[in-house]
């Protein structure tokens, strides 16, 4: 079973309409779990149907989805590979834990389309269709134009993605114009590579190689084939693409020339945005950039907004944005105020001279063991050694002044998860704009 029913207040819920802009994880669940106690549910989404979802895996916690109370076919799952991460220069690396705890590697195109065949069973889908706009009327979002013609709808769910148009088009009180900056996403390429020959190979992550910003090189679910992956802030050439697979294969020659199959895309990067919701508005996913800073990865955090704006839904007399704010406050607490810490770490640390970031991947400083004791999860390493410990920190005192450094960026996360936490409870205007300028200068400054 998908969601639990649940029963409605009045007959009137049962016609409540909803459109939803996009078919990303978090509108589809939304609309499953919707239409299957019956909403109105209408999905615009502009590609074609065979165009969703790509043939990656990417990490998730399996509770996630028992949390949402998705039924997920177990062959959805491979085991999460131990990944190696370099430093810039490509010396030392740091191991993850030889245990991958609860995490799992999921196929995302079975995902998309298992959600897909589900969705299609208690909503409309009309793929291929462009949405042009939003209709706003007394600042209240009343429906969307759908190929010049008028739509109506009682909330609009935007999940169209990061390069989202349509938050643009609400009035500046509900403070959602906030500008995408370079550093907001990465322009990624992602492409699966023959072997030259069939073999069981390390998985390792290139962080900051010169002109990038993270490659990678893992055994793709086939062990035919690599699973290469280049980003880059906001582009990325077909030079540098050459260039950056070049430098792969001569750390991993086994890779041959052969693609089985590629696909560029921008993933978001960037800290969550303050406010999500106005007047029969709300944004969800990568429109709301809930993706992790550190690794761009949105699956997680996307459902977890999906079940709590279902549940606010379901339990809401209106879509104002008064009763629109629960969910907002309510992601925050479970997801929004860490990913806002992630990103002033991962922020400062790129600031660094790669010269310490090195010293910090080739010292031995920044160990399995340590980084077990850092997650809190011992179990991650099969031989725990607490004398390891003891050798991180006489080795961090050789280098007082970048060990400082260190101890200010813990100090600035500590600071963001409070700011992030100071979120106004209630809706309040005048709260929520000085609350929000706040939460973006330490973002923008910390940068």
Known sequence: MFCPAVKMKNTADKRKKIIILGAGLGGLYVAKSLGDIGYSIIIYE???????????????????????????????????????????????????????????????????????????????????????????????????????????????????????????????????????????????????????????????????????????????????????????????????????????????????????????????????????????????????????????????????????????IKHASDFSVQTLWKYAVRSNASFGANCYMAYIARSRFQRLDKNDIVWLFTSDVLNENLLALVRRDLKSVSDFKIESIATSVQLARTRPEFMHQIEDIIKLCLRARILAHRMPRIYNEAAIAKWKAEYDAFARDIY
């Not at 969800?284 to 704006?309: H, Q």
């Open 46 to 312: 502009k590609r074609q149907r065979s165009e969703l979802g790509y043939p990656w895996h990417d990490s998730i916690d399996k509770d996630t989805f028992k949390k949402s109370e998705i039924d997920i076919p177990q062959h959805f799952f491979l085991q999460k590979q131990i990944l190696n991460f370099y430093s810039p220069s490509g010396d030392g690396y740091i191991r993850q834990g030889t245990r991958a705890s609860k995490n799992f590697d999921i196929d995302r195109k079975k995902l998309i389309e298992h959600l897909i065949t589900l969705t299609e069973e208690c909503a409309e889908i009309h793929y291929g269709t462009n949405v042009e706009g939003l209709i706003v009327e007394d600042g209240i979002v009343k429906g969307v134009y759908v190929n010049g013609k008028r739509q109506n709808c009682d909330l609009v769910i935007d999940s169209s993605g990061v390069f989202s148009k349509y938050r643009f088009q609400l009035p500046k009180k509900f403070f959602m114009d906030d500008t995408l900056l370079h550093e907001d996403y990465l322009m990624a390429y992602r492409g699966f590579y023959k072997k030259k020959e069939f073999a069981i190979n390390p998985s390792n992550v290139y962080l900051m190689p010169e002109g990038f910003s993270v490659l990678w090189c893992k055994d793709a679910p086939d062990a035919h084939f690599s699973d290469i992956l280049i980003s880059n802030f906001e582009s990325l050439t077909q030079k540098q693409i050459d260039d950056a697979i070049a430098y792969i294969r001569t750390r991993n020659p086994y890779i041959s020339n052969e693609c089985m199959t590629s696909v560029t895309d921008a993933i978001p990067v960037r800290y969550p945005l303050a406010t999500i919701v106005a007047n029969g508005y709300a944004l969800i996913g990568n429109s709301a950039f809930m993706t992790k800073p550190t690794s761009g990865s949105g699956i997680e955090n996307t459902l977890r907004a999906a079940v709590i704006l279902a549940d606010v």
